[in-house]
């Protein structure tokens, strides 16, 4: 990103046109990256509440005011009896940047021998999923898709999601792919698709097994890379006999035909690219389904040429001395508690894992009052007048709200860092462009500044931001040989030491323990779970629950809006003029059956909450299934509410990811 800047103003955002992924263009959401700097809501100074919880109710202080009650409050509690395990890290990915989001925080919180925090509400599931197929979560170079003969965008709105994506695509097109969305929401992407594929919800590991069925049935596989590279595969083998078009059909929803056609398609083709993203991993089977997909270029052999695989990210690739950033090693072994359980974490007197209740919270990069699951919970703790909680933001969100302590954070414009990516093999160097507005300081800074007036002296506490790059850069990992500071300082971005396009596995080298793609896992096995990629239904499901899905028959699906990235950017003016109000698309069919008319006010509820929303009814989403754009800030909804008041706390099959998707409801009426 190129920031433009006059008298120390930032006045233009636009994307560098010398980047070989992101081509000189941005997305709906970053364009307005200006808009979003110089808001009039910006947080600029301290603030102390005056109010009661949650009444966003706060007056000005100074920053030293602000870190003495910070260091006091945090102090006493680690010096009780609950210890500084009552103290609790919360954070994820306002920012991806290392500097800003995973150094100082972490070396503060390991010193202080704080509760470690779980970090899985978007990834880890498919990541978990990956790994035991493939060895890590690495997969196909984007820039060897225009080599694609056929493209299947599996679970993602790639339009919205992934723009920069979409001209490697095309590129393909124009050579003959045909695009396949597979997908249960007819999205913006999906309209631009030659197919849809509307699946039902959670299904995706049913429909992989079947397209195998046909690949073998039909003798489309690569023996030889079967031979070579594969691990158990005449178990894989007589695992997809099992899954006959007809039972394929019967559980993903989808016509016989749709899945004898795309299994035939996808064997014939010589390097098929299958692009999936994290929403299908969002059910209870979710990381068996994207294992259960990763598996499919490997029968094919489709790893073997440019364009051909499977991609839920690059980041595994990008690999920093995070030791070195975070240094694990200053700190106690300690108890760890996933984010997602946050409303358990803040209610139950043991945090739901053992040890002491949570008596202080931290957040920054994160607005958990708005994301994470279950959000009724969550709010039960967050009002808990015992619970001390310090919030680091650029503005007053849901969960400011319920802070004690606001303090303000620089955005992207004004502080260092260094990023990874997920859909590319390119390092960032984040130059600050302005001063940081008003009293805004930098994550990394904040964390130096309170762990100073807590007596931490530690050396480690002192190291400044280019001293955290250049730390981060330093590592003998072949694929980041050639980055440096320097280089980056110069150009702004590197690519990795990797080839252009990379294939990762056209010989094998799979990182698992048997060094080849493992289709039998024998560390799924010792984890008690099915060695073989297998389809394990959602939660709520007639599979598993007929007389909750009796009682809530929709299945509810909140992934984020064009316009919002999770609550980011849901409080810039254009952005959300965009979005209009909370909204819930619903099949024509559904519709008529509660006799709600387009443009109606209706309630969407089950047993764990309810929200309002404006309905709209188009029959481009399969019927059953409704969609709630997401996520509103509840402060900006008309009720206060928005979708995760509906979500659960469970956890997915791998990695203890959330299920957000893994959610059934009824609408009706307001």
């Known amino acids: 990103m190129l920031v433009t800047v006059e008298d120390g103003r930032a006045v233009r955002v ?26 009039p809501d910006r947080l600029t100074q301290p603030l102390r509440r005056v109010g009661p919880k ?16 910070i260091a006091s409050r945090l102090g006493d509690i680690a010096s009780s009896p609950h210890g500084p395990q009552a103290i609790l890290p919360y954070s994820y990915a306002g920012t991806m940047g290392l500097v800003q989001g995973s150094s100082m925080d972490h070396r503060f919180f390991h010193l202080l021998g704080a509760s470690k925090l779980d970090r899985t509400i978007c990834s880890m599931a498919g990541t978990v999923g990956m790994r035991m197929t493939v060895g890590a979560n690495i997969g196909a170079d984007s820039e060897g898709v225009p080599e694609s003969d056929l493209i299947l965008l599996w679970g993602t709105n790639t339009l919205t999601a992934n723009p920069h994506l979409w001209p490697f695509i095309l590129k393909a097109r124009e050579r003959g792919a045909p695009i396949i969305c597979i997908d249960p929401l007819r999205t913006r992407t999906a309209l631009q698709c030659d197919e849809w594929l509307p699946i039902r919800p959670g299904t995706d590991a049913a429909l992989a097994l079947g397209l195998m069925h046909v690949v073998f049935a039909r003798g489309l596989e690569d023996r030889d890379y079967l031979e070579q590279y594969t691990l ?50 969002r059910h209870a089977g979710g990381g068996m389904a994207v294992r259960t997909i990763a598996c499919l270029p490997a ?16 980041s595994a690739n990008f690999q920093f001395n995070k030791r070195a950033l975070e240094r694990p090693d200053l700190g106690p072994d300690v108890r760890t508690i996933n984010m997602i359980r946050l409303g358990e974490a803040l209610t139950m007197d043991d945090a739901g894992v053992g040890g002491p209740p949570v008596k202080a919270l931290v957040v920054y990069n994160s607005n958990p009052a708005a994301v994470a699951p279950d959000r009724n919970a969550v709010l039960r703790g967050l009002a808990r007048e015992d619970l001390f909680t310090v919030v680091l933001e650029h503005f007053q969100t849901d969960t400011a709200d319920w802070a004690d302590i606001v303090l303000p954070a620089t955005t992207q414009l004004e502080h260092w860092d260094v990023h990874f990516a997920y859909g590319h093999h390119y390092v960032t160097l984040n130059q600050p462009s302005i001063t940081p507005i008003g009293e805004a300081k930098p994550n990394s800074e904040i964390f130096r500044l309170i762990a100073a007036r807590m007596g931490m002296a530690q050396p480690a506490m002192r190291d400044d931001d280019v001293t955290l790059i250049r730390q981060a850069l330093d590592t003998q990992a072949s694929k980041l040989q050639g980055v440096t500071f320097d280089g980056l300082l110069e150009r702004g971005w590197m690519r990795l030491n990797v080839p252009t396009p990379y294939l990762p596995y056209a010989n094998g080298e799979f990182t698992t323990p048997s060094g080849k793609c493992e289709f039998r896992s024998a560390r799924l096995e010792e984890m008690g779970l099915d060695p073989l990629p297998t389809y394990i239904p959602p939660y709520e499901s007639p599979e598993r629950d007929p007389d909750l899905v009796a009682r809530y028959p929709l299945t509810l699906i909140s992934s984020p809006a064009h316009t919002f990235l999770n609550t980011t950017f849901v409080n810039v003016t254009s952005l959300r003029r965009q979005a209009r109000e909370p909204e819930v698309l619903l099949h024509p069919a559904d519709a008529e059956r509660r006799a709600i008319a387009a443009g109606a006010m209706v309630t969407v509820r089950n047993d764990r909450g309810a929200f ?36 659960s706390q469970r956890e997915t099959d791998l990695g203890h990811g959330p299920v957000f998707y893994d959610n059934q409801v009824e609408v009706e009426m307001a």
Do not use: M
């Open 14 to 39: 636009a994307g560098d046109p010398d980047h070989p992924f992101t081509n000189g263009f941005l997305c709906a959401k970053v364009n307005r990256y200006i808009e979003r700097t110089y808001h």
């Open 54 to 69: 949650g009444s966003g109710t706060f007056a000005p202080i100074s920053w030293d005011d602000a870190l003495d009650e």
């Open 232 to 281: 158990g595969h005449e178990d894989l083998r007589a695992r997809a006999a099992e899954w006959t078009p007809e039972r394929t059909a019967a559980v993903t929803g989808l016509s016989r035909h749709d899945v004898e056609s795309l299994g035939e398609r996808y064997g014939r083709a010589k390097a098929a690219f299958i692009r999936v993203n994290y929403g299908l991993q």
């Open 299 to 314: 029968v094919t052999g489709h790893w073997r040429r440019a364009g051909g695989g499977v991609q839920l990210s690059t």
């Open 612 to 647: 309002l929303a404006r309905a709209r009814v188009e029959p481009s989403l399969r019927e059953g299934v409704i969609w709630a754009p997401s996520i509103w800030w509840g402060k900006l909804a008309g009720d206060g509410a928005n979708a995760n008041q509906t979500t």
